[in-house]
């Protein structure tokens, strides 16, 4: 059983392993805490993509002073040798510096760990504790996502009013949020690899879809642009195909023709996009006649988007909502009203209150004058460790 010394020494491997954020994506925040006597020796966390783990780090540090030592990690320690993978098993580093305990926050979820990192560590006489506390399981939502469900992360972005009206009767929306919630909504965007809105979106706000931060910490990689648009019917003037072409996707149906004329005028429009650089990904349509979202995520997952943030309109977010098909919602909410007439989401299906979707581990802030809420889908870290559970190797390990 853990002790609160424990889970003090734990806490300060996530604020270690958050100095990595952006720069080590893909790849999980991870920080490390070689302790001994009460005392800490040394600190690590994983800087950068490619770059040593958190573990190495700190016993590199650490030196002869981490035998017998414990070492905290807010991640189990990676145990397996890949030719895509930069640096060897954590777990070796650990075995040979002579560590004597080792405390982890959670389970790797990547199925090429899953336990294996304990079971070895174990094997090799030293003693090994998982907290397996919530905290951890969120601070690395997007790779636990990534890892288990075969998908990007997803976060539902959205700015309204205080009787939950995203833009005026006549598609207004600039600026229901604040500059503050602006900003704060360009660090989101950089927590990203690509951000996604629909056509109307596009047609009505003209986003440039960038981070636009200056002073942003670390410095951010622009996430990909990606548009929903079955009818390919982006302007040529829009800041996306004018500044924007050679990164952006586009995802759309795969089109049934009624015939040689309306092929001719799809087929002209394909290639105006595909002249000026842009990748057009075409997926089935659903049952209710909307694009697949399970094929459209698989596809973005496979041009390595990790993680995406939906930003709009309602029809798109109401459409992952109904599918279930996002993992976190961040709400900002500004002291206006829009009335009656204003853009909400659409009707979801719902009968009962019981069965309208939820969200837990919620953390509400107060911005400026506005409110800013976070949370994530109520089940998702169910469905998470319930991918982890079917693994034997991890019963075996408690």
């Known amino acids: 059983m853990l002790s609160k010394m424990d889970h003090v020494f734990l806490s300060r491997c996530l604020d270690l392993a958050f100095q990595g954020r ?5 790849n999980p925040l991870v920080g490390a805490v070689v302790v001994k006597g009460g005392e800490t020796v040394a600190t690590g966390y994983h800087q950068k993509y490619g770059g040593f783990h958190a573990e190495a780090h700190a ?32 777990t070796e580093k650990i075995i040979s510096a002579g560590v004597g305990r080792v405390v982890a926050g ?25 907290a397996d506390d919530k905290a951890y399981w969120y601070a690395n939502a997007r790779f636990n996502t990534n890892q288990t469900r075969s998908r990007p992360f997803v976060t539902l972005k959205l700015a309204q009013s205080l009787d939950g009206k995203i833009a005026t009767a006549v598609g207004d929306s600039k600026w229901i ?9 360009h660090g989101l965007r950089a927590d990203h690899d690509a951000v996604m809105v629909g056509r109307g979106t596009l047609a009505s706000d003209d986003p440039r879809l960038t981070v636009r931060v200056p002073d942003l910490d670390p410095p951010s990689r ?4 990606v548009v929903i648009d079955s009818r390919l019917d982006i302007s040529p ?13 586009v995802v759309s149906s795969v089109p049934e023709y009624q015939g040689a004329e309306e092929k001719k005028r799809r087929d002209e429009k394909k290639r105006r996009l595909t002249d000026l650089g842009v990748e057009i990904i075409q997926v089935d349509s659903d049952e209710r006649g909307s694009l697949s979202l399970p094929q459209t995520l698989a596809e973005l997952r496979n041009r390595g988007i990790h993680s995406l943030m939906v930003e709009g309109g309602a029809a798109l977010a109401g459409s992952f909502i109904r599918a279930g098909f996002f993992d976190a919602v961040q709400i900002y909410i ?46 998702w870290l169910e469905e998470v460790k319930g991918t982890l559970k079917e693994d034997t190797d991890v019963h075996r390990i408690g």
Do not use: M, W
């Open 177 to 185: 949020s604040d500059e503050q919630a602006r900003t704060e909504g």
């Open 222 to 225: 622009q996430p990909r642009p």
């Open 334 to 379: 500004a002291p206006i009203f829009v009335g009656g007439d204003g853009v909400s989401l659409p009707p979801l299906g719902i009968r009962n209150i019981a069965d309208s979707p939820r969200l837990e581990g919620v953390t509400i802030r107060q911005l400026g004058d506005q409110v800013s809420l976070r949370g994530f889908r109520s089940g």
């Open 106 to 130: 959670q389970l790797d979820p990547n199925p090429r760990v899953r336990g294996r990192g304990v079971e070895i560590l174990r094997e090799a006489g030293i003693e090994v504790e998982v």
């Open 22 to 26: 952006g720069a080590a994506r893909p």
């Open 59 to 90: 016993l590199q540090a650490a030196g002869l002073r981490a035998r017998g030592a414990t070492l905290y990690c807010n991640l189990e320690p990676c145990s397996f040798h890949s030719p895509e993978k930069h640096n060897g098993p954590c």
């Open 237 to 249: 003037n829009s800041h996306l195909l004018r500044q924007r072409a050679a990164e952006l996707l």
